[in-house]
């Protein structure tokens, strides 16, 4: 079984990032390959990391502003936008409105809490961006994705990850 599990660098206001944190803290696996993104909206970087490491379960992690509980993301939507000031356009035209995730992640306990969708930044981007490819190209991998707000503990975040990880290896 092979996993990849990747988050984000810092961006915009924030100096840290926490799953960057999280996946540095991962220890090292032959079967679980770790990335940190830079915040940008760069199909070939998410694209390239699947081609490359040819994962079985595929776990995006990304920081969300606000909120007490972490959100397990059901669905991208086909829209990005850099700022609130910004109008939304279509991460591909002509495609599927939404895409939905294939990783079942439920029983996490009471601090996690399924959305329905993350937004239209660059964490919704990557997974629309991971979503379509494996469809279009018939790929069997499993896809999850989960927001963790910036100032939830990390001791806390970080154990369910790994959780999610062991998870994900046995199945």
Same mark, same amino acid.
């Given at each position: 079984? %092979? ?9 915009? @206001?924030? !100096? ?5 944190? #999280?996946? =540095? ?45 972490? %959100? ?9 936008? @850099?700022? !609130? ?5 279509? #991460?591909? =035209? ?67 990850? =790994? ?9």
């Amino acid at each position: 079984m %092979r996993v990849l599990v990747y988050g984000f660098g810092p961006y915009k @206001d924030f !100096k840290t990032n926490i799953t960057q944190k #999280i996946i =540095r803290k991962l220890p090292r696996s032959a079967n679980v390959k770790k990335i940190v993104f830079p915040v940008r909206f760069d199909k070939a970087q998410f694209i390239a990391a699947v081609e490359k490491h040819r994962p079985n379960v595929i776990l995006g992690l990304g920081q969300c502003g606000s909120g007490k509980d972490l %959100r397990i993301e059901r669905r991208a939507v086909n829209r990005r936008r @850099d700022s !609130k000031e910004e109008q939304g356009r279509p #991460i591909r =035209r002509g495609a599927a409105t939404s895409l939905g995730t294939t990783l079942k992640l439920d029983g996490l306990g009471k601090q996690a809490h399924t959305s329905g969708s993350a937004g239209d930044y660059v964490c919704n981007f990557s997974m629309y961006v991971m979503l379509d490819y494996l469809r279009r190209y018939g790929k069997k991998a499993r896809y999850g994705f989960i927001h963790i707000p910036h100032n939830y503990p990390f001791d806390r975040a970080f154990r369910l990850v =790994r959780r999610v990880i062991g998870i994900a290896c046995r199945t």
